[in-house]
């Protein structure tokens, strides 16, 4: 175990549009109001710059980690704020100069504005819902190779969105020494009622670790893209605590959530269950 302390965190939901310029001042004046309530260690959502945006719109808007106008901001707010900060992600043209798909990439800066970890989504989420809802997220957006852990206000697992249906990686972070999961998302609202929150307590008590998913909500403007269909997010960012109860949920509106984290739960929760410690090889199947 760690001897990392208590610490106030802030989840915030966001309804972002697919323009990177007019998300951004909604996105700081949140990351503030959290920090307001005493919010050490503040978390945003999946898809923070932008979401919605079709091809041309995203080969239009999107910038290299380099470039990118909504990281240096949020970089300088940390480091005036003083505050951890997990932009849980940005959409991100790729470095690479062979790669035509983009990156959806999580970052951890510190209270200095100091890049700490970054964190390439590695599960790319191509479903068919129904008829009329499908998805390839493949298509647009390169997956990544590397799990992270990274310290931060604690030992934390980075995660996004459609990871959360891949336990193993929960676990190979957990035994690593992860003992918060971060989940940032932008959940399909249809998965989302059936499957997020079961999910997400899941990796909880599993793992003995607090789960940490701030998310996107509601139907997401178009101002830049024609055409298409709408996209929804399911919303209710939540804070789970080692032992599988929900302690915040953040409904369907935008706004911040604040919880409080104690690693003496995580202690506790691993004592009561020490599973981490009892996996076992097996033959076959």
Request: with cysteine.
């Amino acid at each position: 175990m760690s001897d990392w302390q208590p610490v106030k965190a802030g989840l915030v939901q966001l309804n972002v549009s697919d323009d990177p310029a007019a998300n951004l001042p909604v996105t700081r004046a949140l990351i503030r109001e959290a920090a307001a309530a005493g919010a050490g260690f503040v978390l945003t959502p999946e898809a923070t710059n932008l979401l919605g945006a079709n091809r041309a719109t995203q080969a239009r808007v999107l910038r290299t980690e380099a470039e990118d106008p909504t990281l240096a901001a949020l970089r300088a707010d940390a480091a005036e704020l003083g505050i951890w900060l997990l932009i849980g992600s940005l959409s991100l043209k790729s470095e690479a100069e062979d790669e035509a798909r983009h990156v959806n990439r999580s970052f951890l800066i510190s209270p200095k504005g100091e890049i700490v970890a970054r964190y390439d989504k590695l599960h790319m989420f191509d479903v068919v819902i129904s008829e009329t809802e499908s998805y390839r997220e493949s298509a647009a957006f390169r997956p990544g190779e590397r799990a992270v852990l990274a310290e931060g206000p604690a030992p934390l697992g980075m995660t996004i969105c459609y990871d959360v249906r891949f336990p193993a990686l929960y676990r190979a972070l957990a035994q690593a020494g992860a003992e918060v999961l971060t989940v940032p998302a932008a959940f399909n609202d249809t998965t989302g009622a059936a499957h997020w929150e079961v999910l997400l307590r899941a990796r909880a008590i599993e793992n003995g670790s607090y789960v940490l998913a701030p998310a996107q909500c509601g139907t997401h403007p178009r101002r830049l893209s024609k055409g298409g269909r709408p996209r929804r997010s399911h919303g209710h960012s939540l804070a789970v605590d080692p032992w599988g109860k929900v302690l915040v949920d953040a409904g369907e509106e935008p706004g911040i959530a604040i919880v409080e984290l104690d690693p003496r739960a995580v202690l506790e929760a691993r004592s009561r269950i020490p599973s981490l410690t009892h996996d076992r090889d097996f033959l076959g199947p």
